[in-house]
DNA sequence: TGGAAGTTAT
């Protein structure tokens, strides 16, 4: 009986039992001859996510003398754009056209999915433009071409523009808001979607679910669980690994704990997410036993699994065990610490007060130390009030990042708190030179499904009389309880008065007024920030915690902080 | 015998 080649092939998904039937084919020469075999050859190779061999393979086709036809120019053109391969991407561009096989509709959509790859988006557009005949298909690979791009404006010009969307168009633009970092107008896209009767599939539930967790929407998210609850969707290795990180990012651990033991499948990323995720609610140590559990279980740490451990040693203060780590990264699995693993001990080292030795690291590590090394110190030293050596460290932060607001506002509160306020204005009449631009603290909370954003002395807030009113109780109630304004993270050159209302107008104290004007008494209370809690607010949201008697969780740049009875899961180290 | 969309990190 012979073999029926092409559908074995056609059926074959691995990369060396494909090639071993090339090489059978090859050596009974049936290859020869068959513009056919090498067309389903060369679609099986585009269907792995490496497909080396096309480019040969089409080489071959042509040494035999062989025409390609309409099928050849798809499967080739998708290897080139998953191998990024421009040159031989072109030429077959080329070929097609002379032979007259270029405005076939599957040749269209693959050379528009092509030059959206290489980043060519005008010739894509030039191809969508002229052709004749166009479905969702090539819209759908502009859309995302446009996102990797990173002009997400464009991508949603094109996505209102289109004749017709199917359920791909959906995901992309979703997914493609996500990666955007504009996880809100996701989130419209994806109610605007179930409106017009698309079905959300597994594909889409991932980028809603990071959108949820970008935002810190845990209704959100727990509705899309229960979506796929009731709708019998299996929890994928994608979409369990997505719903730990929402769960995690959301302030609910244990519920992505749960999830994580649920799961049968499990891959790196699934590991290195969870871990992660302990890291940020300060579970330090769980975060390290899972670490060991992921080895034993034969999961090989990459350098991205490292920083998560790394960084559940910052968050719980395990100075110790962080340098058993980092030695072990190279010793053990010969990843070579990065940049980033650096970044992380710097900042490991330097929060828990052992300042010399992140200096010396600083000074004495393989590679030039960035911004993020010299900012993890900096911290380090506003804590643990280090005036000289913060003095050392913002003067390379300076020429490294002369833009950025962060900086100058680290130097000024390290003045500020060890007293020195005529630097401290120093060096905020240098940003007003330079037009640095402080970057606004922004509070996110999410209420009855709707996310409400706060700027820092934000009053384009419908309600923002009665917040303001709620902030003037919840002051005289918390100044009952000792609380004083604490001053020193104020670093305008403004009097008493107005400082204490600037103060009042962090973002996170309006966003907490709102939720107590809004919410009914006892319910626990969630914020997302966009830059670490200040001091004061610290120190605020302690005492709303315990004379409201509300449980918050606040979400900020880096950690969580879980906020109960008067004191923070932090234990006031952040 | 053909195509487009997804998860982690300082």
Partial sequence: MRLDYPR??????????????QAVLTSSGRLLSSVFLHNVLLRAHSRTPSPIPSIPLYTQLLRFGLRPDTHTFPSLLKSCSLLLALPQGLSAHAHALRLGLDSHLFATNALIHFYSVAGDLASARRLLDASPETDPVSYNSMISGYVRAGDLD????????????DTVTWCA?????VQGGRSKEAL??????????????????????????????????????GYMRSNGIKISVFLGTSLID???KCGQVELGLKVFEEMREKNLLT?????????????????LRLFSHMETSGFVPDDVAFIGVLCACTHAGLVDQGREILDSMSRRYGIKPKLEHYGCMVDLLSRNGLLDEARDLVESMPMEPDALVWGALMAGCKVHRNVELAEHAVKHLIQLEPDSSGVYVLLANVYASSGRHDDARKVRLLMKKRQVEKTPGCSLVEIGGRIHQFLVGDIAHPRIKDILLKWDEIESRIRLEGYVPDKKTVLL?????????????????????????STKEGMPIRVVKNLRVCSDCHQVTKLISKVYNREIVVRD????HLFKGGSCSCNDYW
């Fill in 8 to 21: 074995l092939v056609s059926r074959c998904t691995h990369r060396k039992q494909l090639n071993q039937i």
């Fill in 154 to 165: 464009r991508a949603r010009m094109l996505f209102e523009e289109m004749p017709e969307r």
């Fill in 173 to 177: 633009i979703i997914s493609g808001c």
């Fill in 188 to 225: 419209a896209f994806f109610s605007r979607m179930q409106i017009d009767g698309f079905e959300p599939n597994d594909m889409t539930l991932v980028s809603v679910l990071s959108a949820c967790a970008h935002l810190g929407a845990l209704e959100q998210g727990k509705w899309v669980h």
């Fill in 246 to 248: 929402m769960y995690a």
């Fill in 271 to 287: 590991y290195t997410t969870m871990i992660k995720g302990l890291a940020m609610h300060g579970q330090g140590l769980e975060a």
């Fill in 493 to 517: 050159n403004i009097d008493e008065e107005e400082k204490e209302d600037a103060l009042a107008r962090h973002s996170e104290k309006l966003a907490i007024a709102f939720v107590l004007l």
């Fill in 557 to 560: 740049r880096t950690r969580f």
